[in-house]
């Protein structure tokens, strides 16, 4: 069964996870560093490194919220960077910030669905996307569409919540995610579901060598995973050939 936000509400999970992210879109960003404990910043960093290797003049970020992970790009020097969102309130977020940082010129966002992209075939030489595919309501789709557009040569790097393994950390971050994340949540971002989504939706998630087989699947070579911070998230890359 899929994860949905709002269980009593009759929506798809495309639809539902959209409206969840337009709720809570003002206070996201807060919401992240608090949660993380600030961690999210050298997170985003560290997979931004992935791309070193390939100097990517174009890069697609997909899911890209509030822009965070487009923002953090800047350091490898790219053209352009075209970030992609349902979420009006996310992008509208990420707008503001990208103005203020005077990289308007260099980030554009555009509304539309990751598993629909709206660009040719070969339209990109990287493509990322931090903390987004979970949401996917078909992964195996958005990932095939990611490797359509990207030109060969080009590489993917998701940065995603997986669950820790080792003990005591395990059992720690268990008790964090299910009890403390969703109550700070509820209070702070006014939106009760958003956070216990967040929670239920990393426990769905096919995290680790089960995620690599779908990246494989959809074309992706050279695929890896890394974990950081004990396991709390994990990069992934592929390319394409």
Known sequence: ???????????????????????????YDLLNHVFSFNIDRWWRKKAVNFLLDISPEVILDVATGTGDFAIAAMRLHPEKVVGIDLSVGMLEKGRRKVAQKGLSEKIEF??????????????????????????????????????????KGGKLVILEFSKPVKSPFRQLYGFYSTVIL???????SGDPAAYSYLHDSVKAFPAGNDFLEIMRQSGFVQCTSKPLTFGIVTIYSGYKV
């Open 182 to 188: 969703p109550r700070i949540g509820r209070f702070v």
């Open 1 to 27: 069964m899929a994860v949905l936000p709002y269980k009593n509400l009759a929506k798809g999970r495309k639809a539902q996870v959209t409206l969840m992210f337009d709720n809570i879109a003002g206070r």
């Open 110 to 151: 555009r509304e539309g669905d990751s598993e629909n992209l709206p660009f040719p075939d070969g339209s990109f030489d990287a493509a990322t996307a931090g903390f987004g595919v979970r949401n996917f309501e078909n992964p195996d789709a958005g990932l095939s569409e990611i490797f359509r557009v990207l030109k």
